[in-house]
């Protein structure tokens, strides 16, 4: 055999091999690789959109905490307010109804001392009465004198 022939035979079978190659095999390859490199595009692309989603959640989610914090904090200022007009109305109540115990103490008080200063009346007409009755020696009838006794009593 001669090196030449084998050479040439070689570059023969080397170029249908590339032929084959790119007839049946490339195109799946290249078809292959394009699938693989539009799914790599697309993969970074959403990458992209779900960090960009992200940082959009991340600010709705802060500004959602922020009128949270802000609405509790209003809640609270009118719980406290509503807590202080509470204490403010009881406080009116309880002076409401010290006023009144104090004026039905004070009514109370007025009868009894009525009653003291009438029974003091009752008591010095009879001393009186009995202070007369050892003036004079004898007895005094105080169903008699009874007018007397009354007037007495009115003087005191």
């Known amino acids: 055999m001669n090196i030449n022939a084998t050479l040439i035979g070689q570059a023969i079978w080397f170029a249908v091999f590339i032929w084959i190659t790119m007839k049946f095999v490339w195109p799946p390859l ?3 690789m394009a699938n693989r490199q539009a799914q790599i595009a697309e993969g970074l692309a959403a990458s992209e959109r779900g960090k960009n989603e992200q940082e959009l959640a991340a600010k709705r989610s802060a500004e959602t905490l922020r009128e949270a914090k802000v609405k509790a904090a209003e809640l609270v200022a009118q719980a406290e ?10 406080k009116g109540n309880a002076k409401v109804e010290a006023d009144k115990v104090v ?7 007025e009868q009894e001392v009525e009653r003291a200063k009438q029974q003091l009346r009752e008591r010095v007409a009879e ?23 009354n007037a007495l009593k009115q003087e005191l």
Do not use: C
């Open 81 to 90: 307010k509503r807590g202080q007009q509470i204490v403010e109305e009881a």
């Open 103 to 109: 004026a039905g103490a004070k009514a109370e008080i």
């Open 30 to 32: 290249q078809r292959a």
């Open 127 to 149: 001393l009186a009465v009995a202070g007369a009755e050892k003036i004079l020696r004898k007895e005094v009838n105080a169903t008699a004198h009874g007018d007397m006794l």
